[in-house]
């Protein structure tokens, strides 16, 4: 069954300082792999996708993450953090049934401090 | 554009009771899928509707139905609610759905069951 993992319930780091939140997941075929983020009162907004091709994404936000077959992970980065990006990181797979159209299998979430 | 709205934002029923959720999507968007988001089990896919269809399922019990009209505003219903129904209540809408396509998320609908 397809399953992802998130390691890191709660990463905290100083503004400025750099970030790496992991992802693992498991997918018999080739992963449609999203990360989502998810502010306070808020809905998700999606960062960044990985279909295929360039195994490293560029998302929104200054965000990046990097496809590892090899690994099954696709890690989600940030040379700098701002104050701003205080929030919880949600990795997710897509489940595709067949060539029909699937749903998302999200991970269970970093939440991500910033210190001053 | 305006983004996907839902409402109410919060809701307390008691268990035994039923309940309705409304979406509405993005215009131009056919697709709407529900999610349920609990701290122990996280983000859960509930059904996705296309064009008034349920093209896909989780999960749950029938309990949790749901249903889109013409407008492509979506309802859920939930039916005997019990307190592990207590969550946020997300819906996505995008313009065709499916896992190829950003998904537009909601701010949610948060329910409490006492």
């Known amino acids: 069954a397809q399953s992802v993992t998130q390691p890191d319930i709660h990463i905290t780091v100083s503004e400025g300082a750099s970030l790496e939140l992991r992802c693992n997941y498991s997918y018999g075929a080739t992963p449609y792999l999203f990360w989502y983020v998810q502010s306070p009162g808020q809905g998700l907004q999606l960062l960044l996708k990985?279909?295929?091709?360039?195994?490293l994404v560029q998302g929104i936000k200054g965000f990046e993450a990097e496809f590892k077959r090899s690994q099954s992970s696709f890690n989600l980065r940030k040379p700098s953090v701002h104050w701003s990006d205080a929030a919880e990181y949600f990795c997710a797979v897509g489940a595709n049934y067949g060539g029909s159209q699937g749903n998302l299998i999200f991970g269970k979430g970093t939440k991500l401090s910033v210190k001053p | 554009k305006a983004g996907v709205t839902q409402t109410p934002r919060y809701l307390i029923k008691t268990r035994g009771q039923q309940v309705t959720l409304s979406c509405s999507p993005i215009s131009g968007h056919r697709s709407v899928s529900w999610y349920q988001q609990t701290p122990g089990q996280g983000l859960q896919f509930l059904f996705e509707y296309f064009s008034e269809t349920q093209r896909n399922k989780g999960n749950f019990p029938g309990r949790f139905s749901g249903r889109q009209f013409s407008n492509s505003r979506s309802e859920m219903n939930v039916s005997t609610l019990e307190l592990g129904d207590s969550a946020l209540y997300l819906c996505a809408s995008s313009p065709t759905g499916g896992v190829y396509n950003e998904q537009f998320f909601g701010p949610g609908t948060r329910l409490t069951v006492l």
């Open positions: 990985y279909f295929s091709g360039d195994t």
